[in-house]
């Protein structure tokens, strides 16, 4: 409201002003503004009632259930990419929140899946705690890929990624397609004859050409513990070299650092996840992630552009874009 000039204005317009900036901006009650204006009070309420009818006075509502559409706008405009976000109370503990996520990342994922589509999956704890949440939409034709091993020196790791996998066969009635390798090799050069045997190079080529990808992030920062880093997947001189090459997180055991890039990162060559190329070819790549903690490795994932499609938390997405 401007008071810089009034004079020319029409009585009402002006009496009506003179109301509003007292009501709204000095906050006096309707008795007190009538005796200012030698008036009665119903002529004050209906002097107020002009100013807001004429534009005089604008009044907002902000609510806390509007922030996240302005949160996702946010995202849009400085990563480029559709968000999602939940909202979730600050307070809330990072396994509850983590499950708020998954909840709603299970119910927006139904809209990106339809028949004759293959999908890839990863395992963790995010797409653990997803699976769990799963609704029934029926498919023909379609297929949910592994897009990396479970293997490790403890445990062939099928139990729990198929496990993933097969939640995700039952929601869509598609079948599942499971990938029996390492999930990090000890030599890049048995990985290389691996690769050339058919029935892994059949699994590769379909990690190729999938429609869709979904995943969360590993990091070693996470309030959740991400299982590629707690499951007994990494030895001692994997910790010391991811350390040593400034890597925050990964997308199905691929390693990348804050900025994006993996060049000089040794464990990627052992590594059974696709190679960044692939990811970043996949057309949708739906990336859901929860909790502060894993702030870093977010940033990261979307300066390689990994992501298309970011389901997070209301906490984290402000983080996100320094709100």
């Known amino acids: 409201m401007n008071s810089t000039s009034t004079a020319g204005l029409p009585p009402k317009t002006r009496d009506a002003l003179t109301a509003a900036q007292l009501y709204y901006l000095q906050d006096l009650t309707m008795d007190a503004i009538a005796h200012e204006l030698h008036t009665s009070r119903s002529s004050v309420s209906r002097l107020l009632g002009h100013a807001r009818e004429t534009g005089l006075v604008e009044i907002q509502v902000k609510s806390p259930l509007d922030m996240p559409r302005q949160l996702e706008g946010d995202i849009r405009s400085e990563f480029g990419v559709v968000a999602h976000v939940v909202?979730?109370?600050?307070?809330?503990?990072?396994?509850?929140?983590?499950?708020?996520?998954?909840?709603?990342?299970?119910?927006?994922?139904?809209?990106?899946?339809?028949?004759?589509?293959?999908?890839?999956?990863?395992?963790?704890?995010?797409m653990s705690a997803l699976s769990r949440h799963l609704l029934a939409k029926p498919t023909h034709n379609s297929t949910i890929v592994q897009l990396n091993g479970a293997a490790n020196p403890r445990t062939t790791g099928l139990l729990?990624?198929?496990?993933?996998?097969?939640?995700?066969?039952?929601?869509?009635?598609?079948?599942?397609?499971?990938?029996?390798?390492p999930a990090v090799f000890d030599d890049p050069a048995t990985k290389a004859a691996l690769w050339r045997e058919r029935s892994i190079s059949r699994v590769v080529e379909m990690q190729n050409s999938l429609d869709v990808a979904v995943f969360g992030l590993g990091s070693p920062f996470a309030g959740v513990p991400s299982h590629v880093y707690i499951g007994g997947y990494l030895d001692d001189d994997d910790f010391a070299s991811l350390r040593a090459a400034g890597v925050v997180g990964d997308v199905?055991?691929?390693?990348?650092?804050?900025?994006?890039?993996?060049?000089?990162?040794?464990?990627?060559?052992?590594?059974?996840?696709?190679?960044?190329?692939?990811?970043?070819?996949?057309?949708?790549?739906?990336?859901?992630?929860?909790?502060?903690?894993?702030?870093?490795?977010?940033?990261?994932?979307?300066?390689?552009?990994?992501?298309?499609?970011?389901?997070?938390?209301?906490?984290?997405?402000?983080?996100?874009?320094?709100?």
């Open 87 to 126: 909202p979730v109370p600050d307070q809330t503990s990072d396994v509850d929140r983590l499950e708020r996520v998954a909840l709603s990342a299970a119910r927006i994922l139904g809209g990106f899946v339809d028949s004759n589509m293959s999908m890839g999956v990863a395992w963790g704890s995010t």
């Open 252 to 323: 199905a055991t691929v390693f990348y650092r804050e900025d994006g890039s993996t060049d000089g990162i040794g464990l990627n060559e052992r590594s059974s996840g696709p190679s960044m190329e692939v990811l970043t070819g996949i057309a949708r790549r739906v990336c859901v992630v929860a909790g502060e903690t894993k702030l870093q490795s977010l940033r990261g994932a979307l300066a390689a552009g990994l992501v298309t499609d970011l389901i997070v938390d209301s906490g984290t997405a402000r983080m996100l874009v320094g709100n």
């Open 160 to 181: 729990y990624a198929s496990e993933i996998l097969q939640r995700f066969g039952a929601a869509y009635s598609a079948t599942v397609q499971q990938f029996p390798v």
